[in-house]
């Protein structure tokens, strides 16, 4: 897609994630060399003073594309004319929070964003990075009824980048040689990592890797609890892999998905593989680069796969339960 200036929006642009972000959105590496950038940063109140910092860096790095930054903590005035907005910004979960309070802390957020939201360009599209993401893209899509539902997608690409990094590290090739994986459902730990149809090199996976043991087991294991690795690691939740997962989106969903490859992404169910319509599901789905994208069809689904697939669902029809009454 070409524009002369594209306007990006991002939400919780003061955290880590907006800080390895940010310099790539403006390089022009994501929207072209030929793209001028309009940032428009949304923060809460307090976050603010620390913005100013990020957005002094910003400045400091002379970006020949970018035309402007906008920081703001009001929605209405971050999402005006923006063709795309990240929503990255939501409230971390606290020691001792659970799932379910994280979700009910959050949910209010993306209400109020999607019914913002509404302002975006016409051609405005929506990637919600802040956990939990299928969730909160679905309130925000619910609060924004002005905006086809195809516009708004959760972040699982990071997801299907471990996925293709595991593989490619077990079967020692480079990710470039491998293809069909996908990330069904939730991102969260319920996920399922498939590589049913996935083909290394144009094989199929499980003639190339012989450990199926691994494929079944460790491998699904690895790519779910791959966060929480991190923070183990780190001390920190990955940020920079989920900023790079963040503009893989974007570029995936700009271009036309080559060959008979796929990407996986929440995205709002139609009914298809027997998923709830309506639900923010991950899916395998095709760009046409002109802004819509429809799921891959005709997968055919094993046992073992349909269990996974269950368990994930299961856990996002609970989800949806529990923010009933913020999905206007
Ligand atoms: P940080 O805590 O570093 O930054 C979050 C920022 O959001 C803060 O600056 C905060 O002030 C801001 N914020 C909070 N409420 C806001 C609101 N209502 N409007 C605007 N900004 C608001 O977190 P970071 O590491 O950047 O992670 C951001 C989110 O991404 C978290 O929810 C995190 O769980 C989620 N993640 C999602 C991933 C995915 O693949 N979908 C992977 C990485 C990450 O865990």
Not at 18 to 32: C, D, H, K, T, V
Not at 132 to 155: C, E, H, K, Q, Y
Request: hydrophobic share 40%.
């Amino acid at each position: 897609m070409s524009r002369k200036t594209v306007k990006v929006a991002v939400t919780g642009a003061a955290g880590q994630i907006g800080y390895s972000l940010l310099p790539r959105l403006a390089s022009g590496e994501i929207f072209g060399m030929d793209t001028k950038i309009s940032l428009h940063f949304l923060e809460i109140t307090p976050a603010l003073p620390m913005l100013e910092g990020v957005v002094m860096e910003m400045n400091d790095s002379a970006f020949p594309l970018l035309e402007n930054i906008i920081v703001t903590d009001d929605p209405n005035i971050a999402f005006d004319g923006v063709n795309w907005a990240m929503l990255v910004g939501s409230k971390p979960r606290g020691k001792g929070m659970l799932r379910g309070d994280l979700i009910r802390e959050n949910g209010p957020i993306f209400t109020g964003q999607g019914a913002a939201l509404q302002r975006g360009a016409s051609d405005l599209r929506v990637i919600v990075v802040g956990n939990p993401a299928n969730t909160n893209a679905l309130i925000a899509m619910n609060n924004a009824p002005d905006v086809p539902s195809g516009r708004f997608a959760a972040l699982t690409h990071l997801d299907q980048n471990r996925a293709y990094s595991q593989i490619a590290g077990k079967a020692g090739v480079t990710v470039n040689d491998i293809r069909k994986i996908t990330i069904w459902g939730n991102h969260s730990a319920t996920q399922y990592p498939d590589v049913s149809h996935a083909l290394i090199n144009g094989k199929p996976i499980f003639d190339v890797i012989d450990d199926h043991e691994w494929l079944r087991g460790d491998f699904i294991t690895t790519v779910q609890k791959r966060g929480a690795a991190i923070i183990q690691a780190r001390g920190k939740s990955s940020a920079a892999s989920a900023a790079n997962a963040a503009l893989n989106h974007i570029q995936a969903m700009e271009s036309v998905t080559p060959g008979d490859n796929w990407f996986s992404s929440g995205v709002c169910s139609d009914g298809s593989y027997g998923i709830d319509e309506g639900l923010m599901f991950s899916l395998p789905i095709r760009s046409d680069g002109k802004g819509s994208w429809s799921v891959v069809q005709g997968l055919e689904i094993d046992a073992f796969s349909q269990e996974k697939i269950n368990a994930t669902l299961e856990e996002l029809r609970n989800e949806k339960a529990m923010v009933a009454e913020l999905l206007a």
